[in-house]
């Protein structure tokens, strides 16, 4: 290829990729430019692409009321359901990739658990929760996202303790370990980056859900996402605070997946060749 | 030091008999090669030394103390894995430590070994360096450094070099056989490859179908086969195995092409008592190129392969191919017929029923 169409085609791949990234980050602009918005300015046709100046009423609103605590509540309930799934589900999954508990189709039968439609047990998981008293209190939550998020850890880590060769277990058995010891001293640094990936993902499925915690809680333990639909009213929409709580809600996820791109990245791609 | 002593050892996986009656004594500071085919249960009856594998029934005792139902780590005993079984997220130096940490060795004595085992490795360069930025040599080297610092009583070793190409493979056994010499400890080593076994070995253990067919020291395998198998396994290029019949009336066998081979009167009287075919056995290396007419077999040529200083000549007898083994100068690679005598002296019979030897 000549110099002349490299340089053409490097032009097209650099225009590509700048209209990628406008169409995927615009959204996320715009929401944070309304969160940093005047009332006129959201609200001003044509739309004011850029605020004239940076508006953090908002945000103060959402601190001094109150509001701010949803997203507390959604760090407590995601947070806590997703260590507990993690310790627990890898646990149940080294038993069943390394001993064949429940059989060979043990862990398909535990993945048709989250098949269900979440809206189907709706009804009946809000009626065990009131008679065991646990609507609007964090246990209750966390139960819930720990049993939900478990069928997908242990099927996950199943995955990738299968792919760590039981050799180098049996050489630390023999090299003086117990069997303890050798989840974690060798399965758990061999499977850290599928680790990582997975509690991401737990972390993400119980931060994002609206459906259980619209139906569990009422005021004590709302979670973020229940609380910005707070803002749509019959009479009027508060953008300006769907704006700022939304950013808030974003920044935790932005940190983790931030922090641990490498470990997701890699995570992912052991699980995509795992076969 | 005590000799280990496996006891009717058995292993069932569900129906299979991976492992049939073993009953084998493995000297104190011996070096001994279970060898056979792949899933003969060399590696099964490995397993079950190092406690990784639970036997059916049988007992696997050091000394007089039973071992078997002890923990893997309670058997003082160190492996080296086929595989190399090195932790890719630790060092070479952490690997080698790796057997000592666990065991609570002081931080001091855990340096002064894994320094002591890398020297003798030539490791020492490498210590900082992860597994996946070594050659296959060096892997293997650390793994068995890992298995030395541990002083154990017992070290097995499961098929250890098959990873490696054969120039690597010819410098690791002698290293393996230096470093057998200088720690005087019990190996125990598996491998599907005889010339490993043969150069290896104080004792081979020969296994087939989860059996023992033979046991004893390399050289006695190799010239006192008792089997058809044993006979075909050992040995590179592998024993030539001719059925003959023999005679009742003269001292002779006839090969399968009509030729005549003279063999003495007490030899003539077993194989014939025998009864029906035999199995003549002669090693390629067992002929010598002959100008006489008598006691010489007339072969024509099908191909000349030199391997450097010897050349192998193949030939047939009727439907049956043979080689020979001859020094390459004594050859004359233009001919198309020759004429060969046998060391009879160093020949096998076997039975052609049982596959037995006939003695």
């Not at chain 1, 097209?12 to 995927?24: E, H, Y």
């Not at chain 2, 500071?29 to 056979?36: D, P, W």
């Not at chain 2, 020979?324 to 002296?345: F, G, Y």
């Amino acid at each position: 290829m000549s110099a002349a169409g490299s340089k053409n085609n490097t032009r097209k791949r650099l225009a590509l990729g700048i209209i990628c990234a406008v169409v995927f980050f615009f959204p996320i602009y715009w929401l944070a430019a309304i969160s940093v918005k005047t009332p006129d300015e959201i609200f001003a046709y044509p739309p004011v692409w850029l605020p004239k100046s940076i508006d953090l009423n908002n945000y103060y609103v959402l601190f001094r009321d109150g509001d701010v605590w949803t997203v507390f509540n959604s760090l407590v309930t995601a947070g806590i359901s997703t260590v507990i799934a993690m310790v627990l589900g890898t646990f149940a999954a080294y038993s069943i990739a390394r001993y064949k508990t429940g059989g060979p189709n043990f862990s398909m039968w535990i993945i048709s658990q989250r098949m269900v439609p979440t809206i189907c047990i709706a009804f009946p998981v809000f009626l065990l929760f009131v008679s065991l008293k646990l609507v609007d209190t964090y246990i209750g939550l966390i139960l819930l996202y720990t049993a939900f998020n478990l069928p997908y850890v242990i099927w996950m880590m199943r995955g990738y303790i299968q792919d760590v060769p039981i050799e180098l277990e049996q050489s630390a058995y023999i090299d003086g370990l117990g069997r303890f010891q050798v989840i974690l001293k060798v399965v758990f640094p061999m499977v850290r980056a599928g680790l990582f990936a997975t509690a991401v993902f737990t972390f993400i499925f119980a931060w994002n859900d609206f459906l259980f915690a619209l139906i569990l809680t009422r005021s004590d333990v709302t979670t973020y996402p229940v609380q910005v639909t707070g803002y749509f009213g019959s009479q009027s929409t508060f953008w300006g605070k769907i704006g700022a709580m939304s950013m808030l809600g974003m920044l935790p996820m932005f940190f983790v997946v931030a922090t641990m791109q490498k470990y997701i990245v890699r995570g992912m791609s052991m699980g995509a060749v795992k076969g | 030091m005590s000799d280990l002593v496996l006891s009717k050892v058995n292993k069932h996986y569900g129906d299979f008999h991976a492992v049939k009656n073993i009953n084998l004594t493995i000297e104190s500071g011996g070096f001994t090669v279970l060898v056979g085919p792949s899933g003969c249960g060399k590696s099964t009856l490995l397993r079950s030394i190092a406690g990784l594998e639970q036997i059916t029934d049988g007992d696997v005792s050091m000394g007089e103390a039973s071992i078997k139902d002890l923990a893997p780590r309670d058997r003082n005993l160190a492996m080296v894995f086929q595989s190399y079984a090195l932790y890719p997220f630790l060092s070479v130096y952490e690997n080698i430590a790796f057997g000592l940490r666990a065991r609570k060795v002081p931080a001091a004595e855990i340096a002064t070994k894994v320094e002591e085992a890398g020297e003798l490795l030539g490791l020492t360069d490498y210590f900082e360096r992860k597994p996946r930025e070594l050659s296959g040599g060096q892997r293997q080297r650390v793994a068995i450094g890992r298995a030395i610092v541990r002083d154990a009583e017992l070290f097995l070793f499961d098929e250890p070099l098959s990873n490696l190409d054969a120039k690597l493979r010819d410098e690791m056994r002698e290293e393996l056989k230096k470093l057998h010499q200088r720690l005087g400890k019990t190996f125990v080593y598996v491998t599907h490859d005889q010339i490993e076994a043969m150069t290896l070995a104080d004792q081979i253990v020969l296994l087939r179908d989860g059996e023992i067919v033979q046991n004893g020291p390399p050289m006695e395998l190799f010239n006192q086969p008792k089997n058809l198998f044993v006979a075909s396994f050992l040995g590179s290029p592998s024993m030539n195995l001719i059925e003959v019949s023999v005679p009742n009336d003269k001292n002779e066998m006839v090969l399968p092409d009509g030729q005549v081979l003279e063999i003495d009167q007490s030899r003539h009287d077993k194989l014939s008592k025998n009864g029906g075919k035999i199995i003549w056995g002669i090693r390629p290396e067992h002929f010598e190129i002959s100008g006489e007419q008598q006691g010489t077999l007339s072969c024509e040529i099908d191909v000349f392969q030199p391997t450097g200083s010897q050349m192998l000549v193949s030939f047939r007898l009727k439907d049956t191919h043979v080689l020979a083994e001859l020094p390459t100068h004594s050859v004359d690679n233009s001919q198309t017929k020759m004429r060969l005598v046998p060391d009879m002296s160093r020949t096998h019979f076997f039975s052609a029923d049982t596959g037995d030897r006939i003695d």
